[in-house]
């Protein structure tokens, strides 16, 4: 199988030093197997989307020379494939009609007195999930069906970084949401579509997103969809030890020193070094990249 990678920010503002640390992971895997490195602008939550930001993205990734090697695509004009994908869904009885709020499924946990870690979910507790897609009552959220406490649907995976990883998918988040009930598409429903159209072999992004990649793979199984491989690679971290993210205070990254921003970034992921300008920089970093992550076969032994 060809690699093929991809860096899929959100235009939610410009990139920061954890968003840098992301792209140029996945830039260096893709160039230390000679493979293709792609863009995509995950537009779906279009309320969320700052007019221009795309733009401005692509313009400090080319300033640090991270240059994608096709045109980049936007979620926002993938929603015939997204609703095709669906359609196979409830072709096979996966979904189906939900009309609780976050709100809703908060109060029934805490009503059975049951605690959640600050950076963990609610569960879905199956509140709708006897009602089909095709109800005849359009509002609502669109679910997935994942599994019941008499037969749990687990999946287990192998991360390039983090090793043999496994979830409970059912009791870890339940029936997820695929189309939103103000009609946008959900990202998990999404990045699976497009991940498969656009080839993508290897999936290189920051670990907060490894608890997604359960929701991912089976949605994967359902839609008959080749599962790429997996690496999620250390978070740059605010002042208050969250993720480094534009809600606690992340500044846009400055591209009048690239080669200052590429070092930040290697070191972050264990591949700084010595150089004179950012070519050079890139150039041995693929290099110690190669060395520190060596391409698993689709098994995931080395």
Avoid at 131 to 136: K, L, N
Avoid at 271 to 298: C, E, H, K, S
């Amino acid at each position: 199988m060809s690699y093929s990678g991809r860096f899929a920010p959100s235009p939610t503002g410009p990139l920061h030093a954890g968003s840098m640390v992301a792209a140029l992971a996945s830039w260096l895997d893709a160039r230390a197997r000679c493979g293709r490195w792609l863009v995509r602008i995950e537009d779906v939550d279009s309320p969320r989307r700052i007019v221009g930001a795309d733009q401005l993205i692509l313009g400090q990734l080319a300033a640090c020379q991270l240059l994608p090697d096709e045109l980049v695509p936007a979620q926002s004009q993938r929603g015939d494939a997204y609703a095709a994908a669906l359609r196979q869904l409830e072709g096979i009885g996966a979904t189906f009609r939900c009309s609780c709020s976050r709100r809703q499924i908060a109060a029934h946990w805490k009503g059975l007195g049951r605690q959640r870690g600050r950076t963990e979910e609610w569960p879905y507790p199956g509140t709708c999930r006897n009602r089909s897609a095709f109800d005849g009552r359009d509002a609502g959220s669109i679910r997935l069906r994942c599994g019941t406490d008499e037969s749990a649907i687990v999946i287990e995976w192998q991360d390039r970084r983090l090793g043999e990883q496994q979830q409970d998918l059912t009791h870890f988040c339940g029936d997820f949401v695929l189309l939103r009930n103000d009609g946008l598409w959900a990202y998990q429903l999404a990045v699976v579509v497009d991940d498969a159209a656009q080839g993508i072999s290897d999936v290189v992004r920051g670990e907060d997103l490894a608890d997604n990649t359960p929701r991912q793979i089976h949605l994967q199984n359902l839609l008959g969809l080749p599962r790429p491989r997996y690496l999620h690679v250390p978070l740059v971290l605010g002042a208050d030890g969250e993720k480094l993210s534009k809600q606690n205070g992340a500044q846009a990254i400055d591209t009048r020193d690239p080669l200052q921003i590429l070092r930040a970034a290697g070191a972050r992921l264990g591949v700084d070094g010595a150089a004179a300008t950012p070519a050079d920089w890139l150039a041995a970093a693929v290099r110690r990249w190669a060395a520190l992550y060596p391409l698993p076969n689709r098994h995931g032994a080395p």
